[in-house]
């Protein structure tokens, strides 16, 4: 089954930067869309940035003009790049990949935004 490997969170400064990448673990077919999404402690999942098959981006209100999202269709990988973070923005943060059979997600990557 194929898996959603993702890589690049930590522990950053407050109005510092990070990159996550996401990659499948094998081919998945027609993709639709590939997004991340994060969920604090004691918070809902949410949506951060998604970017769909035509390259169209949306992103949460809260994190416009901070964070883009990339993707590399050869590699079917998808990237966030996050500056000027803030705490915030800890959370795990999970990747998603939608087709038109189902919803992949990943294991979540941990960003923690301190001093």
């Known amino acids: 089954q194929v898996q959603l490997v993702e890589s690049g969170g930590g522990l950053v400064q407050p109005g510092g930067s990070l990159r996550l990448s996401c990659a499948p673990s094998?081919?998945?077919?027609?993709?639709?869309?590939m997004g991340w999404y994060r969920q604090a402690p004691g918070k809902q999942r949410e949506l951060v940035a998604v970017?769909?098959?035509?390259?169209?981006?949306n992103y949460a209100d809260s994190v416009k003009g901070r964070f883009t999202i990339s993707r590399d269709f050869a590699k079917n990988t998808v990237h966030l790049q996050m500056n000027s973070l803030s705490p915030e923005d800890t959370a795990v943060y999970y990747c998603?990949?939608?087709?038109?059979?189902?919803?992949?997600w990943g294991q979540g990557t941990q960003v923690t935004v301190s001093s």
């Open positions: 094998g081919i998945i077919f027609s993709i639709n869309a």
């Open positions: 998603n990949v939608k087709n038109y059979r189902r919803d992949y």
């Open positions: 970017i769909n098959s035509g390259g169209s981006t």
